[in-house]
């Protein structure tokens, strides 16, 4: 028998998990604004605004490959490389256009060979992404990309204001996030593409009985995936002028798994939606934001992450076993 | 003398879905005692439940009068209780001596000695197996073998099995019953699930038939006949409908065009150089034993799996040669397979009734939409829920909260719903409760009676025989004989699958 809490939690569309998340997002974000100070001030929102749009931009990159029932742990890789590479070779005098459709024909193989490994080869995609991420960092580091840093060209025009802009107030990236979310929601919940996404993601071999094109399915969602992770970059690199490649290094990946797993979106497939991706980004990046003004050290902060996602991952596998052998109907 | 086990009052429950219900039954010391039942009667689920394989809902289990309580089938193993499966439990990598020595191994493991030991204990029930030789070289009948002397090896005074003989051969068969009667001579009890009333009322000293997951009566054998424990199972208003093929009585569909053919077609170890035809408007049933290579078989025709690539074989689909590799031209071209594992290949365990039913429909050729609308999919919903009779409280429920003949109906629809001209049933009737399984039987009957080519897989023989217009025997991965249905019997049906 399972604890009632837990089934409770399991009850239909995880609306109980994103309730309770979202209450968590606003006890914690009442709570910095009273006990922080230099938290609830126009210049730190806006900076945890920028922030969370671009983890949010690629939660929702995140979230559409975990509900297929994949993994893509070379996302912040391809970010980094392809913006950097693009904002390079516009540096060296390319064309900003013929620099950015190079950029997105870039992502766009990235993400074909993300799938075809996973969707043909059928390598489990926790090690074909990792190794996939090794080889984007390697080579473009090697080959394409002679800093570390890449700062943002001065001619990029219209471009810029992907991270500098603001409309009526608002600050361009979250605006980039809210549209992003919003058509990868509608594509996930009114079209084909999307419910074979939800089909494959729950339960592969039926979906592939009924006759679902599992294969490509995949591949279009690494490729999706691929191109969404290269606007954030675009966001990303024109809010803080540069793109350092650096970040290849650092925790985002496993920030980004956080804030689909805390959201709602088991691991397992099959479930969720962007709306616990939006409900995760909130919680994670007000969190994040608050360690940092609190002024908790680099490393500390890295041990509270890894401990976070642990619990979350713990947490997942007990409300969305991967293994439902237990609480199936039995064979009678 | 109290009983050696004991169910008092024994409640299953799944998802509150009582799947055993207050059985209270108890077995002595030395007897055999046959468990029968339909399929879905609660037979598998009582015994896993003396066996620690599930947990109790409510009620208790005596050993000798001690109440039990482990969570595990090692933990039961170690108070004597074993139970030997179907689908056996043994390592095929190791060989019988490893296999019988698992878990007790010592700190060093010296191979010798353990292969003097084993070979001693196998000589000392009399078993005719080498215990050097690996598990996986071994056929059905000595794998059990092993699996028993497993169990006797670690005391245990009661044995279940679950379906022992359906993978025998006669022969195997009769080795079986005297090592049943072995066993009896050395005090244990033995629990034996089986579908073959004859052997039930063969080798048991007391039966015990359960329906619906209740208990129905629990007698010594002599008062039994085949006629008596056929309407306790099936309950009087159902034997007539769900058994009734025997008096010959029914009638043959004539044949329609001819919509698949199977030529020559190998696969691996599986499927070996099969050939068959399936026609329209008429069910073509396939009867075999396991390992008969009936759904590997059924799986290349709908493109699951592959055909070897040399020497394969040809498949046609009406006048067209087609080779698969996925299902989803199969789809397209009209094929829809109906899986036996609803479980694995089946069903959607995120979605709902109306959900699975779309995504049926949105992987049919004739659908055109990108862009979905929600009203559709609870049209579709309404309509197959009428036409299937899928008793769910609305068709928002998710699947798996469905009994299993409901769950059947809704991976039925998913297929029907891509208006097939062929449709492959794999054990339709696997797990599915006894009123669904003439639901599902008058579902397929209709299906051909509007000139589907439809084609039923089943190991279970009255199935077979009432249901087929013409009857397949597969044999080691190749189709052996072909029969009438109305010139069909149970026994030239069986003498040609296992021999």
């Known amino acids: ?332 | 003398m109290t009983p050696l086990l004991e169910f008092r009052e024994v409640t299953k429950e799944y998802h509150g879905v009582p799947a055993v219900q207050d059985v209270s039954l108890s077995i002595t010391e030395g007897e055999v005692h046959a468990l029968l039942g339909e399929n879905g009667a609660g037979k598998s689920t009582l015994t896993k439940m003396a066996a620690g394989v599930v947990p109790i809902t409510r009620g208790k289990i005596l050993l000798a009068g001690e109440e039990l309580s482990f969570s595990s089938p090692a933990d039961a193993l170690r108070k004597g209780i074993a139970m030997v499966f179907q689908e056996t439990s043994l390592v095929p990598s190791l060989t019988v001596a490893q296999n019988l020595y698992l878990g007790d191994e010592k700190a060093f493991n010296r191979l010798r000695p353990l292969y003097i030991a084993a070979q001693q204990f196998l000589q000392s029930l009399n078993f005719p197996v080498d215990p050097t030789a690996n598990v996986a070289s071994l056929g059905a009948a000595q794998r059990q073998m092993v699996e028993i002397a497993r169990a006797v090896r670690k005391n245990a005074r009661i044995i279940i099995f679950d379906e022992p003989t359906a993978t025998l051969t006669p022969e195997e068969k009769q080795h079986f019953f005297e090592l049943i009667e072995r066993l009896k001579e050395r005090g244990c009890s033995v629990i034996f699930i089986s579908h073959a009333l004859e052997e039930a009322l063969a080798i048991s000293d007391r039966i015990t038939i359960l329906r619906d997951g209740k208990l129905v009566i629990t007698d010594e054998t002599g008062k039994f006949d085949r006629d008596s424990i056929i309407s306790a199972m099936v309950g009087r208003d159902l034997s007539g409908e769900l058994y009734g093929g025997e008096d010959g009585k029914r009638r043959v569909r004539p044949y329609g065009k001819r919509v698949l053919s199977v030529q020559n077609v190998s696969m691996g170890r599986m499927v070996r150089n099969t050939s068959f035809a399936a026609y329209a408007g008429q069910v073509t049933g396939i009867f075999g034993l396991i390992g008969s290579g009936r759904t590997e078989t059924a799986k290349i025709v709908s493109g699951v799996i592959k055909r070897n690539f040399f020497h394969g074989g040809v498949t046609r689909l009406g006048s067209k040669s087609v080779r698969y590799r996925t299902p989803a031209p199969s789809v397209r071209d009209g094929i829809a397979y109906v899986t036996e594992d609803r479980k694995v290949e089946g069903i959607f365990e995120t979605m709902s009734v109306a959900e699975s039913i779309e995504i049926g429909k949105l992987a049919s050729p004739s659908d055109k939409s990108v862009i979905l609308r929600g009203s559709e999919a609870r049209d579709l919903a309404e309509h197959w829920t009428k036409s299937l009779n899928i008793r769910a409280i609305s068709s928002d429920v998710p699947v798996i909260e469905l009994s299993g003949g409901n769950q059947q109906k809704v991976v039925i629809a998913k297929a029907l719903v891509q208006d097939p001209q062929l449709i492959i049933f794999d054990e339709p009737t696997r797990g599915v409760d006894v009123g669904a399984i003439a639901e599902i039987h008058a579902v397929i009957n209709r299906l051909a009676d509007q000139g589907l080519a439809v084609v039923m897989i089943s190991s279970y023989l009255p199935e077979i025989l009432n249901m087929s217009d013409r009857i397949l025997v597969a044999r080691k991965g190749r189709i052996v004989e072909e029969f009438s249905g109305d010139e069909a019997t149970e026994e030239n049906i069986m003498y040609a699958a296992v021999h």
């Open chain 1, 1 to 332: 028998m399972r604890p009632i809490g837990l089934n409770l939690l399991r009850s239909r569309k995880m609306g109980t998990q994103e309730m309770i998340v979202f209450l968590i997002f606003v006890a914690l974000f009442a709570g910095f604004s009273v006990f922080l100070p230099g938290f609830l001030n126009a210049n730190n929102i806006a900076l945890l605004l920028q922030a969370v749009s671009v983890l949010g931009i690629l939660s929702v990159a995140m979230g559409v490959i975990v509900i297929g029932g994949a993994i893509d742990l070379s996302i912040v890789a391809l970010m980094a490389m392809s913006v950097a590479w693009t904002l390079q070779l516009i540096n060296g005098g390319m064309p900003v256009p013929a620099a950015l459709a190079i950029g997105l024909a870039s992502v766009a193989l990235v993400g074909l060979i993300n799938g075809f490994l996973v969707a043909y080869v059928e390598i489990p995609p926790l090690f074909s992404t990792l190794a996939t991420a090794g080889c984007i960092y390697g080579f473009g580091r090697f080959v394409l990309i002679s800093q570390d840093t890449v700062y943002l060209p001065t001619n990029l025009g219209v471009i810029e204001e992907l991270g500098k802009g603001r409309v009526f107030g608002v600050p361009m990236p979250v605006i980039v996030f809210a549209v992003i979310a919003a058509v990868v929601g509608l594509l996930l919940k009114y079209t084909k593409f999307g419910r074979f996404t939800y089909a494959a993601g729950d339960n592969r071999a039926a979906a592939r009985i009924t006759g679902v094109p599992v294969r490509p399915l995949i591949v279009a969602q690494f490729v999706l995936s691929a191109f969404i992770a290269f606007i954030a970059g675009l966001v990303q690199a024109t809010a803080i002028n540069s793109m350092n490649t650096r970040i290849t290094d650092s925790l985002l990946v496993y920030e980004i798994i956080l804030v689909v797993v805390l959201g709602g979106i088991g691991l397992s497939g099959g479930k969720g939606g962007i709306r616990n991706v939006v409900v995760g980004t909130l919680l994670i990046g007000t969190f994040l934001n608050g360690m940092t003004i609190m002024d908790i050290q680099f490393t500390t902060q890295n041990a509270i992450k890894g401990l976070i996602l642990l619990t979350a991952i713990v947490i997942d596998q007990i409300v969305n076993p991967r293994d439902e052998q237990t609480s199936q109907q039995g064979d009678i």
